[in-house]
């Protein structure tokens, strides 16, 4: 029996970063991948997805809010968030709004691997600094 396919959807305003994503998770998956510059068109692409990676600072609508635009649109499917921004000035509200991780665009391309394979397997990703801190509260 053929395995499924991933589905994922990334999203930051910044076509390059997109692809620099795109690049190091086809070299640990096997996906199909949406773009989306804007949360506007986050929000039209999502369908059928396995997978959000986001950022939170874009033009517009805020990452926050689109975190929980998406939880509505698309229950089910997790948001990973991928951002500049330290986890202390995001991280919690991010979790707060609905994503199943954080993770910050100054760290290696493993622990991004690392967070996506743990957020589509059901679990929520945190860096062990952050998690090592008092628990989240939600």
């Known amino acids: 029996m053929k395995r499924k396919r991933l589905r994922f959807?990334?999203?930051d305003d910044?076509?390059?970063v997109r692809a620099g994503i795109k690049q190091i998770l086809t070299e640990n998956f096997e996906a199909d991948f949406a773009e989306a510059g804007t949360a506007?068109?986050?929000l039209a692409a999502c369908r059928d997805l396995d997978l959000v990676v986001m950022d939170v600072s874009m033009p517009g609508r805020s990452g926050i809010d689109l975190i929980t635009d998406l939880?509505?649109?698309?229950?089910?499917?997790?948001?990973l968030v991928l951002s500049m921004h330290e986890e202390e000035?995001?991280?919690?509200?991010?979790l707060?709004?609905?994503?199943s991780g954080y993770v910050t665009k100054a760290t290696a391309a493993t622990e991004l691997v690392r967070a996506v394979k743990k957020v589509l397997e059901g679990g929520t990703y945190v860096s062990e600094k952050l998690g090592s801190t008092s628990p989240p509260q939600f």
């Open 89 to 94: 000035q995001f991280a919690r509200r991010a």
């Open 96 to 99: 707060k709004a609905g994503a």
């Open 9 to 11: 959807l990334l999203v």
């Open 71 to 79: 939880t509505k649109c698309c229950p089910g499917t997790p948001c």
């Open 40 to 42: 506007q068109e986050a």
């Open 14 to 16: 910044h076509p390059v």
